[in-house]
């Protein structure tokens, strides 16, 4: 192991154990006086795709097209403990998680579709080619606390110590020309590091990293009868990835095509370089926000959910029974709608733009089991 990594591993190690024996020491020197503990499991994974439906981006663009320039898939599991004290609240949990954002140009994705469906491409145009992503799995402990003692104000800080694989952060760009239906000419700037190279396929040692992650959550009871609340997701987070396979390269050919697994093969006049790169990679920051009102048993809200350019606006209302607490929510611009039940230990949200799963582009499915003792 080198020494720059070694040190990352130390630092992670450091700060997970502080964590942990910082909020055992809180836990359990507290738990005399703890008004609640709870044990807790939360699965959450939302996904997106803007030109085509999720299940086709995994599927080799089997399905059809439409425009856009934007995929992302979110995905976490975490497993924890949390105790009340007084107006606090102190938290450990296991997390592992999962993202990945991909941003392209229309003229990309499509040649990909003509390719992975052995369509020909288009005679005498020229194709934009632009396609950037940022993967990272990662998995660690999570440290959270929360204060009640500020009057109508609730505030929840979230800090995460993660150790991370998959990478992929990086892409390429350039220009493609096709004539007699095939891609005759074609430009590429490459820069990207990676665990696996998927362009040219040499062969790699897969890097590890380290580093952290926080997230803010804000609720305001204006009123008994109005609430905003505000979730800053990953609010903060730097990820430290030490001699990590990188490529620099231009391409320039007389001739492109894409083997059987839509991948790029060339002839080409390549120009560039292999090598091991230190840097950090940051987790896409997202936010979300709602406004609600309630009115005897029900809570009607309106919320945005944004991440870069992108909104997800919606609407809907939670009604509350003795047989627990029901939801539906609705998307306007993506028609899509989302269905929720909560119990006193168990929630469950469903979010789909459409009931036949295979040709919606909006899919997300929340579940957590609690159990207070």
């Given at each position: 192991?080198?020494k720059?990594?070694a040190?990352?591993y130390r630092?992670f190690?450091?700060?997970?154990m502080?964590?942990?024996l910082?909020?055992?020491?809180?836990?359990f020197?507290?738990s005399?006086?703890?008004?609640?503990w709870?044990?807790?499991?939360?699965?959450?994974?939302?996904?997106?795709?803007?030109?085509t439906?999720?299940?086709?981006?995994?599927?080799?663009?089997?399905?059809?097209l439409?425009?856009?320039?934007?995929?992302?898939?979110?995905n976490?599991l975490?497993?924890g403990v949390?105790?009340?004290?007084?107006?606090?609240?102190f938290?450990?949990?296991?997390?592992?998680?999962?993202?990945?954002?991909?941003?392209?140009?229309?003229d990309t994705l499509?040649?990909f579709y003509l390719k992975?469906?052995?369509?020909?491409v288009d005679s005498?145009?020229d194709?934009?080619?632009?396609?950037?992503?940022?993967r990272?799995?990662?998995?660690?402990?999570?440290?959270?606390?929360?204060n009640?003692?500020?009057?109508?104000l609730?505030?929840?800080?979230k800090?995460?110590?993660?150790q991370t694989?998959k990478?992929?952060?990086?892409?390429f760009?350039?220009?493609?020309?096709?004539?007699d239906?095939?891609?005759?000419?074609?430009g590429?700037?490459?820069?990207?590091s990676?665990?696996?190279?998927?362009?040219?396929?040499?062969?790699v040692?897969?890097?590890t990293?380290?580093?952290?992650?926080?997230?803010?959550?804000?609720?305001?009871?204006?009123?008994?009868?109005?609430?905003?609340?505000?979730?800053i997701?990953?609010?903060c987070s730097?990820?430290d990835w030490?001699?990590?396979?990188?490529?620099?390269?231009?391409?320039?050919?007389?001739?492109?095509?894409f083997?059987?697994n839509?991948?790029?093969?060339?002839?080409?006049a390549?120009?560039?370089?292999?090598s091991?790169?230190?840097?950090?990679?940051?987790f896409?920051r997202?936010?979300?926000?709602?406004?609600?009102?309630?009115?005897?048993?029900?809570?009607?809200?309106?919320?945005d959910?944004?991440?870069?350019a992108?909104?997800f606006s919606?609407?809907?209302?939670?009604h509350?029974?003795?047989?627990g607490s029901?939801?539906?929510g609705?998307?306007?611009?993506?028609?899509?709608y989302?269905?929720g039940y909560?119990?006193?230990?168990?929630?469950?949200?469903?979010?789909t733009?459409d009931?036949?799963?295979r040709?919606?582009k909006?899919v997300?499915?929340?579940?957590a089991f609690?159990?207070?003792?």
């Open positions: 192991m080198n720059k990594l040190v990352h630092a190690f450091s700060f997970s502080i964590g942990i910082f909020s055992t020491t809180v836990l020197s507290a005399a006086h703890c008004l609640d709870q044990t807790y499991l939360e699965v959450e994974s939302f996904s997106y795709s803007e030109s439906s999720v299940n086709s981006l995994l599927n080799k663009l089997n399905g059809s439409s425009n856009g320039d934007l995929a992302f898939t979110h976490r975490e497993l949390k105790a009340d004290y007084t107006d606090h609240q938290g450990l949990g296991r997390v592992m998680r999962y993202d990945h954002l991909v941003h392209y140009t229309q499509q040649l992975n469906n052995d369509l020909p005498n145009r194709y934009n080619i632009f396609i950037e992503t940022n990272v799995r990662a998995d660690g402990f999570t440290f959270s606390y929360g009640r003692s500020i009057e109508h609730q505030i929840d800080l800090g995460s110590a993660l694989s990478l992929l952060d990086g892409g760009s350039g220009q493609m020309t096709s004539k239906g095939e891609l005759s000419y074609g590429l700037d490459l820069d990207y990676y665990d696996e190279d998927i362009i040219f396929g040499h062969p040692e897969e890097p990293g380290s580093g952290v992650a926080f997230d803010l959550d804000i609720g305001w009871q204006y009123k008994p009868n109005l609430r905003a609340d505000i979730s997701h990953d609010l730097k990820l030490d001699n990590a396979p990188h490529t620099i390269a231009q391409l320039n050919t007389d001739r492109v095509t083997d059987e839509g991948f790029i093969s060339v002839e080409p390549l120009s560039g370089r292999n091991e790169l230190s840097f950090s990679q940051r896409p997202r936010t979300s926000g709602s406004l609600s009102y309630i009115s005897g048993n029900t809570r009607y809200w309106i919320s959910y944004h991440q870069l992108t909104h919606q609407l809907g209302f939670t509350q029974s003795r047989y029901f939801k539906l609705y998307y306007p611009a993506y028609l899509a989302e269905l909560e119990s006193s230990w168990f929630v469950v949200n469903l979010k733009s009931f036949n799963f040709n919606a909006l997300g499915l929340e579940m609690k159990h207070s003792w």
